[in-house]
């Protein structure tokens, strides 16, 4: 594993607290690491000086040969880093780099996102179809429950079937459960390019690529597209905070 030393100032005491944090994570040779990814401890450090718990959030290269999955985290958590951000510099250095065929390659900014395309993998499932069925069930919950506002959704596992979890305006987040025969027709409906990004292709798979690929499928045929949005799953909302 490869590491990188940083400097950061404690907001506590102000004391400067020198971290050591990996810029290479292969979980084939460290598997306590995915632990600490997904826990979210690989991010949490505390000052020796006064105690405080800090936040550190770095670049990271997540690899799983297992999975055939590799994630590159580049954290944006200001608009000035959304400024600089090269995502066709990035894309670019790492199919220059990275030339194992058949992975998923995946860029991501958040720390919840590269804990959700971990997650998704661990299942053996396509984040290409996840993506797309957060519209699905986004239009579900909407429509059932016009009043509560809907910040971000992610994938999870919860009672040993897959769910999305919604974070709500008020406070609260709750969980819908994805209907098998939704994620499948899904899968179906979009076969082309859901398979096309488990090609060693570098790709952003999230809300703004599932929003291209609905319109585009749309204008190409608007029927097909119906089948899918207008499906009637088995609809679970679990207030997950009660």
Known sequence: M?????????PG??????????????????PEYKIKVLTGSLFNEKCPNCGQGLQIVSRI????MDKHLLVYFRPI?????????????IRSAIEDNFTTPNYAIRVVTTVNELMEKIKIAEFGLNDGVIEIAKFVYFDIFTKQFPDIGVMNI?????????????FCNDGHTR?????????????????????AIYTSRVCMVGRDWALRMIRAYSKRD?????????????FKLVDSDN
Do not use: M, W
């Open 13 to 30: 005491c102000g004391a400067d607290v020198e971290v050591t944090r990996p810029v290479i994570i292969n979980v084939q040779n460290d």
């Open 222 to 234: 608007s029927e097909n597209q119906a089948s899918v949005t207008d499906a009637k799953p088995e």
């Open 154 to 166: 992610y994938y999870e596992r919860r009672d040993d079937k897959d769910a999305l979890i919604f």
């Open 2 to 10: 490869e590491n990188k030393k940083y400097t950061v100032k404690c």
């Open 175 to 195: 969980s819908i459960f994805i209907a098998p025969d939704v994620y499948n027709a899904i899968k179906k409906r979009f076969d082309v390019v859901v398979n």
């Open 77 to 89: 958590t200001s608009q000035e880093e959304l400024k600089t951000f090269d995502y066709e510099g």
């Open 61 to 64: 290269a997540y690899h799983d």
